[in-house]
C-alpha cells in the first residue's frame, strides 16, 4: 500500500522531468518541422537553361540536380553527343526565407552561391561568362 503511494507521488514528477528539459530547449535551435523532415531532399530535374537568351537545353539528355539528407548535392548531366559529367558539393536550405545556398571546392578555390527556391524549384540566375544564365530545376 505505501509503494503504491510513493509511487503516485513520484510519478507526476517523473512524467515532468522530460516536459522541463524540453522547455528548457531554446525552440530556434530545433528548427521547425520542415527543417526536421527535409522534404527538399530529391531530385531535381533541369526544365530551362538559357544562356544569353540561348536554349542549351536541347544540347542536353538530361541535367539533374540531387539533394541528399546529407547535405551533399550532385549536379550530373549528359549531352546529346554522349558527354557528361558530375559536380558536386555542399548545400543548405533557409525555408524561412525560401533561398538554398550552395557550396563548392574547386582545387584551393571554394565558391558559394545563394538562390532562390520558391514553392520547391530551385532559380539560378547567373552572370557567365559575361552573359546572363538561367535554369529552373523542379522535382
Do not use: H, Q, W
Not at 527535409?38 to 537553361?49: H, K
Not at 539528355?61 to 558539393?89: C, I, M, N
Request: proline share 4%.
Amino acid at each position: 500500500m505505501k509503494k503504491k503511494r510513493i509511487f503516485r507521488n513520484i510519478a507526476p514528477v517523473l512524467l515532468l522531468v522530460p516536459l522541463l528539459l524540453f522547455a528548457a530547449c531554446d525552440a530556434e535551435e530545433l528548427g521547425s518541422l520542415e527543417d526536421l523532415s527535409m522534404p527538399y531532399c530529391g531530385v531535381y530535374e533541369c526544365e530551362r537553361l538559357e544562356l544569353g537568351g540561348k536554349n542549351l537545353l536541347e544540347d542536353f539528355d538530361f541535367v539533374r540536380l540531387e539533394l541528399a539528407y546529407s547535405g551533399d548535392f550532385a549536379l550530373t548531366y549528359r549531352t546529346r553527343a554522349g558527354g557528361k559529367g558530375t559536380l558536386g558539393g555542399t548545400y543548405r536550405v533557409d525555408t524561412g526565407k525560401e533561398e538554398i545556398s550552395f557550396s563548392c571546392t574547386f582545387g584551393v578555390r571554394s565558391v558559394s552561391r545563394t538562390f532562390p527556391m520558391p514553392k520547391g524549384s530551385i532559380l539560378i540566375e547567373e552572370n557567365f561568362l559575361g552573359k546572363p544564365l538561367f535554369a529552373l530545376f523542379k522535382t
